[in-house]
């Protein structure tokens, strides 16, 4: 098989020998033209599927939407900053600087973010977002100075895309954009430099969002690419969040760790008292900051009284897992008391009119829904209520298992964890119409899990079931192959039963 040329575009084309120069080589330069860049060193096939005979077939990448996308502003003929020098024999008058052609993967970067924008974020104007959604926000002002950022942004736009207008082909495109940003990845996470920079660690969160679109791994990606940031961010040290950009990011892995924390029962470094205090100002003014610090503390909780189960330990020591776990929820009564000093930040509404939730669940089990004030506290009220619903339950069986009970207060225990179980249901509508976005969609994933479970347990067959019909209408029905469970993270919570954290 003869060795593929690897020259530039416009030599390949003329069948001349190039000399492979980088940005622009010698050879356009000469001919007072604009170099176009040459193929990118790792290629991708792009495959389709015959739903009938099962059979992969090929779309051969087009390389033309790569001329131009590796070159840098001021790398033009005439330009001061070029690094190429033409020797004093060859030197001609240029009478007006050659302007530089804009990349048309620049040109489909922008289109593609400003898509992605419109559709994953929430659609009103000067709306109250939380950490995570800000942080989303801020792409379009983010430098790009990484071409692995710009990789993944890629991979995401284009998932986002897919799934907005389920269109298959798009999606083997996406996934191929995602192969290109993980090679990215692993050659710049191989340089020393790394752990300190901003933007290796925010690829790193787009590539797990990514996984959140189109992953079939069920979760398996997610949850290795949290690892990951896990990993940067103890590299980097709480000393090291010091920018926006970089705190924005922190309060992002942070939901990330705490959703797969609950799922598979153990905490990560972000409990401790040093990552503590990287919150500390913004929990004064941000009461989603504020609450996160107290739900962060609850996997610990939970992985304690899993290895005291196995051991065998004595009662004492359960009664200090009880008594720890009372301290953190009366943390998060008084949050909610100071939350709601003003009163409740939502009202109870018919769910029809909640635009277009009946097209994703047409189930009226819950017909009577909450309206919040703001996206924000939508996201704040299901972070409260899915967290006290993990944690209480968690404290009710350890309180049955070592106390004698009597039915007043099993009546209140029942009670109270019914209430957040409901809270949760009512609450989901709002988050998943489509003015909500599809931030406010993934934002409904986990307390949706959390909510079926404790009806599962509990018995209630009718509320399980909406559960289900609202996780898998936000999942956007029939887009995934295999279909992704209801319990998401199911398989991977054997797959960290033998490590002592997760991180």
Known sequence: MPKRSSGCFTCRQRKVRCDEAKPECNTCLRRGIKCPGYRPTQAFILHTFDEQTERPGIIKEDENRYRYANQREGCTLGGQKSVIQLRASEARTVEAPVPQQVSPVAIDRVQHLSNFLSLYLPRWQGETLTP????????????????????????????????????????????????????????RISQPSTPRDDETLLATYLLALYEVFVGVTNGHGFFYHVQG??????????????????????????????????????????????????????????????????????????????????????PDEFEKVILDSQIVADRAFAWLANYERNGSLY????????????????????????????????????????????????????????????????????????????????????????????????????????????????????????????????????????????????????????SERYI
Not at 149 to 178: C, E, G, W
Not at 305 to 311: E, H, I, P, V
């Open 347 to 498: 009202r109870k509404v018919s769910v029809d009119s909640i635009d277009g939730f009946l097209g994703i669940c047409d189930d009226l089990t819950f017909d009577r829904v909450f309206a919040f004030n703001t996206f924000a506290t939508s996201n704040t009220y299901l972070l409260y209520w899915m967290s006290m619903l993990i944690m209480r339950s968690h404290s009710f069986l350890l309180m049955r298992g070592f106390h004698q009970l009597e039915p007043k207060e099993l009546f209140l225990w029942d009670r109270e964890l019914s209430a957040y179980a409901d809270c949760i249901c009512r609450g989901v509508p709002f988050s998943c119409r489509p003015a909500a976005g599809y931030t406010g969609r993934f934002s409904t994933l986990t307390p949706l899990v959390v909510a079926r479970k404790y009806f599962e347990a509990k018995g209630a067959t009718r509320e399980a079931t909406w559960c289900e019909k609202a996780y898998y209408g936000t999942r956007v029905p029939n887009l995934y192959t295999p279909p992704t469970p209801i319990q998401p993270l199911k398989g991977i919570v054997e797959l960290v039963q033998n």
């Open 132 to 187: 995570p959604s800000a942080l989303i926000l801020s792409l379009p002002s983010t430098p790009a100075s990484r071409q692995v950022f710009l990789a993944a942004l890629d991979a995401l736009s284009a998932a986002q895309l897919a799934v907005s207008d389920k269109n298959y082909p798009l999606i083997n495109r996406s996934r191929s954009l995602y192969s290109a940003a993980l090679s990215q990845l692993m050659k």
């Open 229 to 314: 940031l896990l990993r940067l961010l103890k590299q980097r040290g709480p000393s090291s969040i010091t920018s926006k950009l970089s705190l924005n990011l922190f309060h992002g892995i942070r939901y990330y760790s705490l959703t797969i924390g609950f799922h598979v029962r153990k905490a990560s470094i972000l409990d401790t008292p040093e990552w503590l205090a990287v919150t500390s100002d913004d929990a004064k003014t941000e009461p989603w900051v504020s609450l996160m610090d107290i739900c962060i503390c609850i996997p610990r909780l939970l992985e304690r009284t899993d290895k005291l189960t196995r051991a065998g330990a004595s």
